[in-house]
């Protein structure tokens, strides 16, 4: 029940938050450029490495942003590390951010697909979780086809890159990543196997 709840409390705690943004997509759209070069011009990613941003919640791309200078600014002790990203957010100030939110979460985010080989172990998964190992659904947060919820702070997962998906369950699961909330993610990915990881992130992509 404990763990039913989490996501309510914290939906709730920051709504005021998310309707708080106000972030300007035009002003975006002309700080975007230094972007396009891993995310693309709309943010679609074509290298699976990177995360395709189009379509994202704006509070929750604000963050990340946020984190990454965190990370910059305390030698990646505090917030999200990635020496990539701190290049790309050093001179940006905190309207940049913003802004830079708004012009990618107006995009929109193109699908992806689902080999039909992990469809059936990734519902399994994604919609109920694994009771005897402790694995909650991932539904719970994400939603029945994975758009996330941006008062909640859960980002939309469907249609990301497999690629990208992987490598970022993985570094929950290992703790280089930490900028969950409530080390919600950290505590879940722990007790996914490497072939749990894989079927989920290729189950993601084509999730509508």
Not at 99 to 114: H, I, N, R, V
Not at 179 to 201: C, F, H, P, W, Y
Request: proline letters at 3%.
């Amino acid at each position: 029940m404990k763990k039913i709840l989490l996501p309510l409390t914290l939906l709730l705690g920051l709504i005021g938050t998310a309707q708080a943004f106000d972030g300007d997509a035009e002003a975006g759209k002309a700080k975007a450029a230094v972007c396009a070069a891993c995310h693309s011009a709309d943010g679609n990613s074509v290298v699976d490495m990177y995360p395709k941003i189009a379509g994202q919640h704006a509070p929750y791309l604000y963050k990340q942003l946020r984190n990454y200078k965190q990370g910059m600014e305390t030698g990646g002790k505090q917030g999200r590390n990635n020496s990539i990203m701190f290049g790309m957010v050093a001179a940006l100030s905190d309207q940049d951010m913003k802004d830079l939110a708004a012009y990618f979460a107006s995009q929109k985010m193109k699908a992806g697909t689902t080999p039909e080989n992990v469809i059936a172990r990734g519902e399994q998964l994604y919609r109920g979780g694994d009771a005897e190992r402790g694995i909650a659904a991932c539904i719970a947060c994400h939603g029945p086809r994975g758009s996330g919820t941006s008062l909640g702070g859960f980002p939309k997962i469907s249609f990301q890159h497999a690629n990208y998906l992987k490598t970022t369950l993985k570094e929950f699961r290992s703790g280089q990543r930490a900028n969950d909330l409530n080390g919600m993610m950290q505590d879940i990915a722990k007790k996914l196997t490497d072939d749990d990881i894989e079927v989920l992130s290729q189950y993601l992509g084509g999730l509508h």
